[in-house]
């Protein structure tokens, strides 16, 4: 599988963008995909995470109420929808994807084998 993610832009505090990992190749409903973030001068964090099925979603503290995500595996894409943007939300977002994830493991990016190039968000003050 591979993936491209897209969607990133510039948006003032408070405003939404969407974000989509578009796989291609190998069988997308079996892969768990994951959004991960990695700020400038910082570690690459965990976003969220959509399990292959669809009916499980995990989401870090930091975005809970604001972000959502969702797949749609007709068009082997998943998408990370932001609202009330931060500019601490400010960074390149990844999306990665793993066949073989439990869920024990799914906040770690180590444990996604496959990752997309990134797209940058940028949230203006």
């Known amino acids: 599988v591979q993936l491209q993610a897209s969607g990133g832009g510039l948006v003032q505090a408070g405003g939404s963008l969407r974000l989509s990992c578009a796989a291609s190749g190998g069988t997308f409903s079996r892969q768990t995909v994951g959004w991960f973030r990695q700020a400038p001068g910082k570690e690459r964090e965990f976003v969220a995470a959509i399990f292959r099925s669809g009916g499980n979603t995990y989401l870090a503290e930091a975005v809970k109420g604001r972000f959502t995500v969702s797949r749609d595996n007709g068009k082997n894409t998943v998408y990370l929808i932001m609202n009330s943007l931060r500019p601490d939300d400010t960074a390149v977002y990844y999306c990665?994807?793993?066949?073989?994830?439990?869920?024990?493991?799914?906040?770690?990016?180590?444990?996604?084998?496959?990752w997309g190039q990134g797209t940058l968000v940028t949230v203006s003050s």
């Open positions: 990665a994807a793993s066949s073989s994830i439990i869920l024990s493991s799914i906040r770690m990016s180590r444990s996604y084998g496959t």
